[in-house]
């Protein structure tokens, strides 16, 4: 038992905490072991020290970690005509597109969803060549504290990942870089918390990682185990042995889950999909 008194106590770590930052922490785990006693003290709350976290691990993450995988990519082709493609923007409700060529391998440009507008506003005859942003490429080993100044000095959002190869590897954007430090980051197109569970038109479900097991096998007549996991995040979560990436998909009690969004951390959404028959795979990268 402890028999100091609080002055004491509050003494006792203030002595350490100079002693760590007069002789300077010499390597990442010294400063960590400051900071969770920092808040092991109440001098930093939880959602402060993530912060810190997603700071420096940002500095050792490559944009592969975090990209939306090729496959993943909702793109517009360039002859799609509008009354075509128009739905399928509203329906995905990105602000951004790429658009591409003919395949994922020749994009051309980033088309903005707001610059549609024109569409409906001006009676003239549609262009989607004139409207198109130019494409910025980057490589899958660039480091997202490179790829977020370079985002913040030139004012972009969105950049396309290549392999070594050339070939599209996928997308990323300044949200998937921030929400590495922030967590996740809601906005006006993301669902309602009380949409935690949307079918969409081919018969699969979009759903909330925090979703309660037991509501997900009300909506789709399943029967997932919940004596262990109170949520679908955590009853994936186990049946990886991992967090997962964006992108993964791993397939067992005769359904497919496919991670849409996650960040180091969590799992913020899944796509869930009920398979022709009962099968089990191991965890691997959607294919294209």
């Known amino acids: 038992m402890d028999d100091s008194s609080p002055q004491q106590q509050k003494a006792s770590w203030l002595e350490r905490l100079t002693h760590f930052l007069l002789r300077e922490p010499e390597n990442r785990g010294e400063l960590i072991e400051v900071l969770h006693s920092a808040f092991e003290r109440h001098l930093l709350d939880s959602d402060a020290l993530a912060m810190i976290e997603g700071v420096l691990n940002v500095g050792d993450m490559q944009v592969r970690d975090v990209m939306v995988p090729r496959a993943q990519m909702d793109v517009i082709d360039i002859d799609t005509p509008p009354s075509e493609f128009i739905p399928y923007v509203i329906e995905t409700a990105h602000s951004r597109f790429p658009v591409v060529d003919g395949d994922k391998d020749n994009v051309i440009g980033i088309l903005l969803a707001k610059d549609l507008l024109r569409y409906y506003a001006l009676d003239a005859d549609f262009n989607m060549r004139d409207m198109l942003r130019p494409v910025v490429f980057i490589p ?38 921030i929400e590495q430090i922030v967590g996740d980051i809601e ?14 038109r081919r018969g699969r479900w979009r759903v909330k990682g925090d979703t309660e097991i037991a509501d997900l096998n009300a909506a789709l007549e399943a029967r997932f185990a919940d004596d262990t996991f109170d949520t679908v995040a955590g009853l994936v979560i186990d049946q990886f042995g991992r967090v997962p990436k964006r992108g993964e998909t791993i397939a067992f009690e005769g359904y ?33």
């Open 140 to 177: 899958e080993a660039k480091r997202l504290n490179v790829l977020l100044k370079e985002f913040r000095i030139n004012r972009n959002h969105m950049a396309i990942v290549v392999d070594e190869y050339g070939g599209v590897a996928g997308l990323v954007t300044i949200e998937d870089v």
């Open 187 to 200: 906005d006006e197109y993301d669902d309602d918390e009380e949409d935690s569970i949307v079918p969409d």
């Open 256 to 288: 497919q889950f496919q991670v849409l969004r996650a960040d180091s951390r969590r799992v913020h959404s899944l796509l869930v999909e009920r398979l022709p028959e009962r099968q089990t795979r191991m965890p691997d990268e959607v294919e294209d």
